[in-house]
Each structure stands twice: as structure tokens, then as C-alpha cells.
């Protein structure tokens, strides 16, 4: 039995990481000084930010509170006012591509909000259970596909 499933996950990696290749359409191109912390974007596909699952559509996101220590981020649709708080990190590295405006992590269908690219200020975004719980669902769901047998005469 030849189990192959460590090269099958070195090669679904960049997959899983597709999402975050994906570069937003900017909708802003220029900035005042007063929309340094604000970002407007388009995304194309359902996502997941935080715990809050968001459809499609024109977004924009910037920190909830500029004088705050914290580092809470605020999506919000701006068609349908929904919107997420997410937690991140500042980070000068970002994984995928410097220029996107957001990097996403992918798991078959679904999306997770991983990054976000504020200029010279880049943040990730925290990881919740429920993506965790994505990612070792997927996993495992590739490694029992990879399962392959031969048999020699």
C-alpha cells in the first residue's frame, strides 16, 4: 500500500492558499489623509471573517477604534451594512502577495479572512476554532482520498 499523502498535501498546499493569491479590486485609488486606516474593497466570493460568515460584495474595512492598543478590525458590507470584528496581529510578512488588499486561506469551498494589507500597515488576522476545525476536516477528507493501493504480479 503506497500512502502518497504527503506529497498530495505539499501540492494542495499552494490550493489551500489560492484564495490568498487573490488580489481585491481596490475601488479607492487614492487616499486622504483622513482614509489612511480605511480600506475599500470588491470581493467576489462568500466568506468567513472571524466567526461571521459574509456574502459577496463591496466592502470596507478599517480598525474599530484608531486610539485603542487593541487590534480589532471592522469588515462591513457596504450594501447590506453586515459586518465583522475580527482580531489581528501587525506583521511586516505577509505569506502570499505584498500588493493584495486581503489574503484569504481556502478549504474546498469555504474562505477564511487570513490578511489584511493597509499600506505600509499589514495585519493578520487570528485564527478561530472554526477555521482550525476547516482545515483538520479538509486534511483529512484529502488524506483518506489519497489512500491509493498497487497491486504487482
Known sequence: MKNTYTNTFTKLMPQIMLAAAITVATLSSHASAQDVFRRNVEINFAFTAGNTNLPAGKYTI???????????????????NEQAVVPVI????????????????RYGNQSFLAQINMGDNKFAVLRTKAERDTEKAFVAQAKAADHTSEVRD
Open 62 to 80: 478599517e480598525p474599530l477604534n484608531r486610539d485603542s492598543s487593541k487590534h480589532l478590525m471592522v469588515i462591513r458590507n457596504n450594501q447590506t
Open 90 to 105: 501587525a506583521t511586516n510578512k505577509m505569506r502570499v502577495m505584498d500588493s493584495a488588499a486581503l489574503s484569504f486561506n
